[in-house]
């Protein structure tokens, strides 16, 4: 067999694969989320990794901002899921900081994404929430390139 159409088969069969995972990670997420969201409004807190684990930490709180339930999911793959985190059911979000007995125990990814979901929180409350949408590497690459060209229309008629 040729060795490109193997390499090509190869290739094809690992996006299959990455699909199909990735799809059965957003279902544990949705599941997750929406059982979460049965029991109040949900915080959201996320600290994305590229070369580290992802993490994600929700809460499900009350109008008090009591924390209902805790769910978090840490990972490098796509075969991450949610596990439970019962210690902070009672406790109030906005009282969760880095200094905090339950936040210390944690790693920093974690602390991280707890810290995240709170300020979200805070920042929601005070209608002061943006989304803050992230520039795709194409589109960086466009906005260096005009840049350099800039630079040599400058220097040329210089």
Do not use: C, W
């Not at 979460?36 to 600290?47: D, E, M």
Request: zero cysteines; glycine letters at 8%.
């Amino acid at each position: 067999m040729n060795p490109y159409i193997l390499l090509g088969i190869i290739v094809v069969t690992a996006y299959i694969l990455q699909t199909i995972f990735s799809l059965k990670q957003l279902k544990n997420f949705n599941l997750a989320y929406g059982r979460l969201r049965g029991k109040g409004k949900v915080a959201i807190g996320r600290r994305s990794g590229k070369i580290q684990s992802g993490t994600i930490f929700m809460f499900a709180i009350n109008s008090q901002d009591e924390i209902q339930d805790a769910m978090v999911m840490q990972g490098v793959t796509v075969f991450a899921k949610f596990k439970e985190k019962p210690a902070y059911i009672g406790e109030k979000l906005t009282n969760l900081t880095l200094e905090h007995a339950l936040v210390v125990k944690e790693n920093k990814l974690v602390q991280q994404a707890i810290i995240d979901a709170k300020t979200l929180l805070v920042k929601v409350r005070a209608q002061d929430y943006q989304e803050k949408v992230p520039v795709s590497p194409f589109a960086m690459l466009k906005i260096q390139l005009l840049g350099y060209g800039q630079q040599i229309k400058g220097f040329v008629k210089k």
